[in-house]
């Protein structure tokens, strides 16, 4: 007896011991809210903040409810208080989810009150339907009883009539609120599945291990890089008519499907890329040499045909690695209360307004700036290929603007026109945009069938070709338009190719193409003409393309 009892005050001193040294530590759930966020083009940097009461002594702080998209190799962790910070630890917790996020509240909050409205249409629907029974029972009652007057029976059947009709005419109301109810509650429900399908993922957690000497206070801040996450720019360019300068709306389509709503946080859109590379690439030896036969057996050659790899060039490996390393690397308006800030590698804009990013991937519009672009408007032909003539627009000074490649919706006269490629990569001072197609400058292109021939010169032959092109400005001001054709290029010294007419024209002769431009008052019409020759051996047939 006195051994068993021996036994059990052993284990239990052992086992308290155990647990004690496990419970050295105090731990502590955190709930922290995302304050700011720096949003660069594939990904984010956020910044949560909490104010946590630390006791004395060691206590173990775990931040929950972060994205499980967050890089734990960029986390950072800092706090403001007489404390010291011992350890930081990243986890995965399969076994909590997420807190409910406030979308999926107001989708059930939503659901419910339609719920409601729904139950309380329906009883004022039954009532209205058991009032008209009633009345109609009433009628036949009264029908049957003897000694009415003519008034009383009129009076009885202009009750019936008002009543009855304003009961059926409630009940068509009804019955069509009960449908438009039904509509949204369907579309609520299918929308509150598919936020809790999003919803139910594991969450990420920062163990933070700190000592305190004292009980304090002390503000939390968490630094991290987040993926699944980013921006790509958006333009708006419009311009009120062709004398007025092209209003450019710089606005960025924000993203995020972290699992975390980013609600009310101060948003910075950066042009920089932290996953890209900050090191400069070393040139190595780059040999070139003869390749070296080793003559072996037929059969041995045969059998190591198929296993043996293919003998290449020093230039094929060298290629090879440059593309796996290019593969590496790849009123009031929000507009007026952005900051923006260059940085040596990058440009920064600051948001000072607050903003939210729901955790869903699905793009919101952020405007980030205004600017009046310095403009000039001419217009553009290519009859070869299209005999309608081009309003242009040339943006000066473009590159000031800090501006990023991406699509821009295009609005002339206050019309839609189209969309472009704004291409911030172009490396000349001017940027064109075509702002659609201009009925009123009328262009022809006619061949000169009478200067088209074939002629036969000893062992060559030497084609001519002549075109006409007519130009009439229909529009009440002048207009300047740039006309562009072209002449073959020879790509070899067999074949010569000369021009022969194309009065007032700017020629390149490297790419062949002919440029004319002119100034056309109200009404007038010009005539362009080209001719040229293309002269080669009458045994050889030629073709042309580009």
């Given at each position: 007896?006195?051994?068993?009892?021996?036994?059990i005050?052993?284990?239990?001193?052992?086992?308290?011991?155990?647990?004690?040294?496990?419970?050295?530590?105090?731990?502590?759930?955190?709930?922290?809210?995302?304050?700011?966020?720096?949003?660069?083009?594939n990904?984010?940097?956020?910044?949560?903040?909490?104010?946590?009461?630390?006791?004395?002594?060691?206590?173990?702080?775990?931040?929950?409810?972060?994205?499980?998209r967050?890089?734990?190799?960029?986390?950072?962790?800092?706090?403001?208080?007489?404390?010291?910070?011992?350890?930081?630890?990243?986890?995965?917790?399969?076994?909590?989810?997420?807190?409910?996020?406030?979308r999926?509240?107001?989708?059930?909050?939503?659901?419910?009150y339609?719920?409601?409205?729904?139950?309380?249409?329906?009883?004022?629907?039954?009532?209205?339907?058991?009032?008209?029974?009633?009345?109609?029972?009433?009628?036949?009652i009264?029908?049957?009883?003897?000694?009415?007057?003519a008034?009383?029976?009129?009076?009885?059947?202009?009750f019936?009539?008002?009543?009855?009709?304003?009961?059926?005419?409630?009940?068509?109301?009804?019955?069509?609120n009960?449908?438009?109810?039904?509509?949204?509650?369907?579309?609520?429900?299918?929308?509150?599945?598919?936020?809790?399908?999003?919803?139910?993922?594991?969450?990420?957690e920062?163990?933070?291990?700190?000592?305190?000497?004292a009980?304090?206070?002390?503000?939390?801040?968490?630094?991290?890089?987040?993926?699944?996450a980013?921006w790509?720019p958006?333009?708006?360019?419009r311009?009120?008519?062709?004398?007025s300068?092209i209003?450019?709306?710089?606005?960025?389509?924000?993203?995020?499907?972290?699992?975390?709503d980013?609600?009310?946080?101060?948003?910075?859109?950066?042009?920089?890329?932290?996953?890209?590379?900050?090191?400069?690439?070393?040139?190595?030896?780059?040999?070139?040499?003869?390749?070296?036969?080793y003559?072996?057996?037929r059969?041995?050659?045969?059998?190591?045909?198929?296993?043996?790899?293919?003998?290449?060039?020093?230039?094929?490996?060298?290629v090879?690695?440059n593309?796996k390393?290019?593969?590496?690397?790849?009123?009031?308006?929000?507009?007026?209360f952005?900051?923006?800030?260059?940085t040596?590698?990058?440009?920064?804009?600051?948001?000072?307004?607050?903003?939210?990013?729901?955790?869903?991937g699905?793009?919101?519009?952020?405007?980030?700036?205004?600017?009046?672009?310095?403009?000039?408007?001419?217009h553009?032909?290519?009859?070869?290929l299209?005999?309608?003539?081009?309003?242009?627009?040339?943006?000066?000074?473009?590159?000031?603007?800090?501006?990023l490649?991406?699509?821009?919706n295009?609005?002339?006269?206050?019309?839609?026109?189209?969309?472009?490629?704004?291409?911030a990569?172009?490396?000349?001072d001017?940027?064109?945009i075509?702002?659609?197609?201009?009925?009123?400058?009328?262009?022809?292109?006619?061949?000169?069938?009478?200067?088209?021939?074939?002629?036969?010169?000893?062992?060559?032959?030497?084609?001519?070709?002549?075109?006409?092109?007519?130009?009439?400005?229909t529009?009440?001001?002048?207009?300047?338009?740039?006309?562009?054709e072209?002449?073959?290029?020879?790509?070899?010294?067999?074949i010569?190719?000369?021009?022969?007419?194309?009065?007032?024209?700017?020629?390149?002769?490297?790419?062949?193409?002919?440029?004319?431009?002119?100034?056309?008052?109200?009404?007038?019409?010009?005539?362009?003409?080209?001719?040229?020759s293309?002269?080669?051996?009458k045994?050889?047939?030629?073709?042309?393309?580009?």
């Amino acid at each position: 007896m006195n051994t068993t009892r021996k036994t059990i005050l052993t284990f239990a001193l052992l086992f308290s011991l155990i647990v004690g040294g496990w419970a050295t530590d105090k731990e502590k759930a955190i709930k922290s809210k995302v304050k700011n966020v720096t949003v660069f083009l594939n990904r984010a940097q956020v910044t949560n903040a909490a104010r946590v009461y630390v006791p004395a002594g060691q206590t173990i702080l775990i931040f929950e409810g972060l994205s499980t998209r967050l890089d734990k190799q960029s986390l950072q962790v800092s706090a403001e208080g007489n404390l010291t910070i011992m350890a930081v630890k990243h986890r995965v917790n399969y076994l909590k989810n997420f807190a409910k996020v406030q979308r999926i509240k107001q989708l059930e909050d939503s659901i419910t009150y339609f719920n409601d409205r729904i139950a309380y249409v329906q009883v004022q629907k039954e009532v209205l339907v058991s009032e008209e029974k009633m009345i109609l029972a009433n009628q036949k009652i009264g029908g049957k009883q003897k000694g009415l007057s003519a008034q009383e029976l009129a009076e009885m059947a202009a009750f019936y009539r008002k009543r009855l009709s304003d009961i059926r005419f409630s009940v068509l109301r009804h019955n069509k609120n009960l449908k438009k109810h039904k509509r949204r509650l369907e579309k609520l429900r299918s929308q509150l599945y598919t936020e809790n399908k999003n919803a139910n993922k594991p969450t990420s957690e920062v163990m933070v291990t700190v000592s305190a000497k004292a009980a304090v206070n002390a503000n939390f801040e968490l630094n991290y890089i987040v993926m699944n996450a980013g921006w790509r720019p958006i333009y708006d360019l419009r311009a009120k008519n062709s004398k007025s300068p092209i209003q450019l709306s710089y606005k960025a389509e924000v993203f995020q499907n972290t699992g975390i709503d980013w609600n009310n946080v101060d948003i910075t859109l950066s042009t920089g890329n932290p996953s890209q590379s900050g090191y400069k690439p070393n040139l190595n030896p780059w040999y070139v040499g003869f390749v070296t036969y080793y003559p072996k057996p037929r059969r041995e050659a045969e059998m190591r045909k198929s296993s043996a790899p293919k003998v290449t060039l020093d230039e094929d490996v060298t290629v090879a690695a440059n593309q796996k390393f290019t593969k590496k690397d790849n009123s009031k308006t929000i507009a007026d209360f952005t900051k923006v800030v260059e940085t040596t590698f990058s440009t920064k804009f600051d948001i000072s307004l607050p903003y939210s990013i729901p955790s869903n991937g699905r793009p919101q519009l952020v405007e980030i700036a205004k600017h009046n672009m310095k403009t000039l408007y001419t217009h553009s032909a290519v009859p070869k290929l299209d005999k309608d003539a081009f309003l242009m627009a040339q943006l000066v000074e473009w590159e000031k603007f800090n501006l990023l490649s991406g699509k821009a919706n295009i609005y002339f006269e206050g019309s839609f026109v189209g969309e472009t490629f704004l291409n911030a990569k172009n490396t000349k001072d001017t940027m064109n945009i075509s702002l659609g197609r201009d009925k009123r400058i009328v262009i022809d292109r006619k061949q000169i069938k009478d200067f088209t021939r074939k002629k036969f010169l000893g062992s060559n032959i030497k084609q001519t070709f002549g075109y006409e092109i007519s130009v009439r400005n229909t529009k009440r001001e002048n207009v300047t338009i740039t006309i562009e054709e072209q002449i073959p290029v020879s790509k070899t010294n067999k074949i010569t190719v000369e021009l022969l007419e194309a009065e007032g024209a700017q020629v390149d002769k490297t790419t062949g193409k002919v440029t004319w431009k002119i100034t056309l008052k109200p009404q007038q019409t010009t005539k362009l003409t080209l001719k040229y020759s293309v002269k080669y051996p009458k045994k050889q047939q030629i073709v042309f393309g580009s």
